[in-house]
């Protein structure tokens, strides 16, 4: 089988693929909502984002404002990550969805225009009344330009904002998506933030995601492993008739009910772990304390059961 076998169908997210449905049809609806979903890594937070968001665009009636998705995408890019990238991106989705009209809205502030300019070069290259800056604009100056970009735009459009994988978020981008979650200034608006809830310990700038779990008017999804006949029903919907009751199985226990790991092993032809899995797998293997480390090292030497008495002798 060439390539990663991906699911045709979402198994295992009836209940939380309804609930972002009706968020996302009460932001269309003229009722902004924000819904924040967490997760381990690779349990399906990004794939049922999609799956609710292409229903909203299938479900859309002539006569609803057009549907506009804009996604900051975060990345893990350490220290030397640049500036307002995820946020970039987002302005980026913004005026790919609406033109022109993204200028339209910009006009009507000078100061927004310059700060646009700034972040995305080609918009002041599109614009006859606006000159590329070389100077940074301010976090503050940023966040606020978005919002009213935003804002205004959910006048015309259902906005869509989706704000990926928070947990690698810079400063900015992190009280950005927080700020506008609690505040939904809009109209048309449905804000979508995903992160990785094992994440959570070691990143500093999460500590204001996971606040608005304490807040009501904010709907909070937390996505579980599959079960193992979800598994089956997930390897079933793959590779029809292809695995027997014991492959599986055998999926099933070595997955963990983590639906990346399922599409994985059900690609893998060989002994050796597909690559996107194993870099999974290590990026968790380093992000543990040494002694740790020193454990997972030994008991993969030990194979699939190692008694703790041994383990204990040498380990030391």
Known sequence: MAGVAVSPVLIGRQGE???????????????PRA???????????????????RALRADAAADDPPVVVATAQCVDGGDGAPPFHALRGLLRDLRAGVGDGLLDVASASPGVLRTLGVLVPELAEASATV????????????????????????ERFHVVVVVEDLHWADALTASFATLLAMTLRGRHLTVVLTYRSDEVARRTMLSGVVALEGRR??????????????????????APGRFSRADTDAIAARSGGVPFFVEELVSLEAEELPGPLRDLLLL?????????????????????????????????
């Open 217 to 238: 008017d904010i709907e909070h999804l937390e996505l579980a492993r599959l079960s193992g006949a979800e598994v089956g029903s997930q390897i079933e919907a793959i």
């Open 131 to 154: 000159a590329p800056e070389s100077i940074e604009p301010s976090s503050d100056l940023v966040s606020d330009t978005i919002e009213t970009v935003v804002e205004r735009l959910s």
């Open 17 to 31: 693929f309804e609930a972002l449905r009706r968020a996302l049809a009460d932001g269309r609806g003229g009722v």
């Open 284 to 316: 968790r293997y380093r992000g543990t304390s040494p002694g740790a480390r020193q454990i997972v090292a030994l008991l993969s030497v030990g194979g699939d059961d190692v008694d703790h008495d041994i383990l204990l002798r040498v380990s030391g």
């Open 35 to 53: 819904m924040v979903i967490r997760g381990e890594a690779g349990i399906g937070k990004t794939r049922l984002v999609q799956e609710a968001i």
